[in-house]
């Protein structure tokens, strides 16, 4: 039991300071030497529990992913009780929050889009796009949701021109949402001294308004709720 529970240590060692390396150069240029000596073990240790460079990379992936999936099933375990615009809001700090201490799950999305990595596809990323229609999509029907959970509230529709207020308020829609919360953890991923917990409050505050009806704000909390 003891032999095991160093056997996993090492291994996880390994994985992080691998991270740290993966996060830093990428996947081709990242020395092994390099990830051996922060993890303080021999290259012998390293190819026990690895094969190569490349399945120790996919072994930083699959712990990023196991994160991201996290992520997603509580959000989607709240989806039938809570608003569905607080629950992406608070998806989105818990992510912000978590890329900012957690260099696996920012190494893992790195190399998840690394094509010497993963040649013919994509290993790892977040679909926001997905996420966001998954989230707000009302699973009975508009009608149906409403009568059921009237707080079960989707994007409102869109405003007409004859919407006195259309001119002076935005009219958001998913997919401008989708590219606003990509666009957000791509710049995180490449500069996170960017992006802070207060950066991400700020934006959901100058996107509420064109993504709620007038009178509805009240029942959000841009800085999230900490539900995440």
Same mark, same amino acid.
């Given at each position: 039991?003891?032999?095991?529970?160093?056997?996993?240590? *090492?291994?996880? +060692?390994? /994985?992080? +300071?691998?991270?740290?390396?993966?996060?830093?150069?990428?996947?081709?240029? +990242?020395?092994?030497?390099?990830?051996?000596?922060? +993890?303080? =073990? *021999?290259?012998?240790?390293?190819?026990?529990?690895?094969?190569?460079?490349?399945?120790?990379?996919?072994?930083?992936?699959?712990?990023?992913?196991?994160? =991201?999936?996290? #992520?997603?099933?509580?959000?989607?375990?709240?989806?039938?009780?809570?608003? @569905? !615009?607080? /629950?992406?809001?608070?998806?989105?700090?818990?992510?912000?929050?978590?890329?900012?201490?957690?260099?696996? #799950?920012?190494?893992? $999305?790195?190399?998840?889009?690394?094509?010497?990595?993963?040649?013919?596809?994509?290993?790892?990323?977040?679909?926001?796009?997905?996420? =966001?229609?998954?989230? $707000?999509?009302? @699973?009975?029907?508009?009608?149906?949701?409403?009568?059921?959970?009237?707080?079960?509230?989707?994007? @409102?529709?869109?405003?007409?021109?004859?919407?006195?207020?259309?001119?002076?308020?935005?009219? !958001?829609?998913?997919?401008?949402?989708?590219? =606003?919360? *990509?666009? !957000?953890? !791509?710049?995180?991923?490449?500069?996170?001294? $960017?992006?802070?917990?207060?950066? #991400?409050?700020?934006?959901?505050?100058?996107?509420?308004?064109?993504?709620?009806?007038?009178?509805?704000?009240?029942?959000?909390?841009?800085?999230? *709720?900490?539900?995440?």
């Amino acid at each position: 039991m003891i032999k095991q529970e160093r056997a996993e240590r *090492t291994r996880e +060692a390994i /994985i992080r +300071a691998a991270a740290a390396v993966f996060e830093r150069d990428g996947f081709t240029a +990242a020395p092994l030497g390099e990830i051996t000596r922060l +993890a303080t =073990v *021999t290259k012998g240790a390293l190819y026990f529990h690895f094969a190569s460079k490349r399945d120790l990379a996919l072994a930083v992936v699959n712990e990023a992913a196991d994160t =991201v999936h996290w #992520l997603l099933e509580h959000a989607r375990r709240r989806q039938t009780a809570e608003l @569905p !615009l607080q /629950i992406l809001i608070d998806l989105s700090h818990a992510l912000v929050g978590r890329l900012a201490d957690d260099q696996v #799950l920012r190494a893992g $999305l790195r190399l998840g889009t690394d094509e010497d990595l993963h040649p013919e596809r994509v290993g790892l990323s977040l679909d926001w796009a997905g996420v =966001v229609d998954e989230v $707000l999509r009302r @699973p009975g029907g508009a009608a149906d949701a409403a009568s059921q959970n009237p707080d079960l509230s989707a994007l @409102p529709a869109p405003r007409t021109p004859s919407d006195s207020a259309a001119a002076a308020r935005p009219n !958001l829609g998913k997919d401008a949402l989708a590219c =606003v919360l *990509t666009g !957000l953890e !791509l710049l995180f991923r490449r500069s996170p001294q $960017l992006v802070e917990q207060e950066t #991400l409050t700020s934006v959901w505050r100058l996107l509420l308004p064109g993504l709620i009806d007038s009178g509805e704000a009240d029942r959000y909390e841009p800085s999230g *709720t900490g539900s995440d």
